[in-house]
């Protein structure tokens, strides 16, 4: 096999891969699967298919090698392969807000809050964890919470946060995180917190991220 040759069918590989992901279905359904292992129904529910339809899309990624599955009693369970998937749905998500007006739109006053907000980057959390210097707070659904989070977070669902402003105590210093670095949640709770005479930062990448990093998590 000549060198063309070889080349041609590296990127019929590559080819076949982005067939694979080019679904609006399936990119949501890896967002969900980065959270932790999910079964088909539990899928079907959150992205807003049915079951069926969920599945034909996840055997697709299945074929593809960007999940990968294990049985527990009855169910199938599904979890990321241990490739670089996160990082490929973070980088089309980057290139779709640089091409897509629409998209930048969508996500511009999200922006334009995180820029006011003050972030803090996987180094300089491990830093503050190990001076046990603030309170970690998960702001995802309860459901997200317990399949996977950093280490000693407290679980506040952003939508309850203001109900439950005392479970955070006397806490100096709050840092948020949530799904990823387009969520909204974590920089919104900061702003609420800030709002209510808290110290806060956020999280710049969420639990997916710091997963994939090997940075260590733990789960209910």
């Known amino acids: 096999m ?12 590559i080819a076949e891969l982005a067939r694979a992901a080019g679904s609006a279905q399936r990119l949501m359904l890896l ?3 980065a959270q932790g292992e999910r079964s088909v129904e539990r899928l079907a529910e959150l992205s807003g298919l049915t079951i069926a339809n969920a599945s034909q ?9 960007f999940v990968q ?11 990321l392969s241990n490739g670089p998937v996160i990082e490929l749905i973070s980088a089309l998500t980057r290139l779709a807000e640089y091409n897509q007006a629409e998209v930048r739109s ?3 006053d999200s922006i334009h809050q995180r820029d006011q907000l003050e972030a803090v980057s996987h180094d300089e959390l491990v830093e503050l964890l190990r001076d046990n210097s603030i309170t970690l707070l998960d702001v995802r659904p309860e459901d997200e919470y317990a ?20 479970e955070l105590g006397s806490a100096q210093e709050v840092v948020a995180y949530c799904r990823g ?5 974590s920089p919104n709770a900061v702003a609420t917190l ?9 999280l710049i990448d969420g639990f997916p991220s710091w997963k994939a990093a090997g940075h260590t998590v733990e789960t209910q």
């Open 2 to 13: 000549n060198h063309d040759e070889i080349q041609n069918q590296f990127f019929d590989q």
């Open 181 to 185: 670095s387009k969520c909204v949640l």
């Open 194 to 202: 800030k709002a209510k005479g808290l110290r806060a930062s956020y």
């Open 106 to 108: 969508l996500i511009q």
């Open 69 to 79: 599955t294990r049985r527990d009693g009855k169910n199938v369970l599904y979890r």
């Open 31 to 33: 967002q969900h699967i």
């Open 57 to 65: 899309h996840l055997q697709q990624l299945k074929r593809a090698n």
């Open 147 to 166: 399949l996977g989070h950093l280490p000693g977070a407290i679980n506040i669902p952003f939508n309850e946060l203001e109900q439950r402003l005392a």
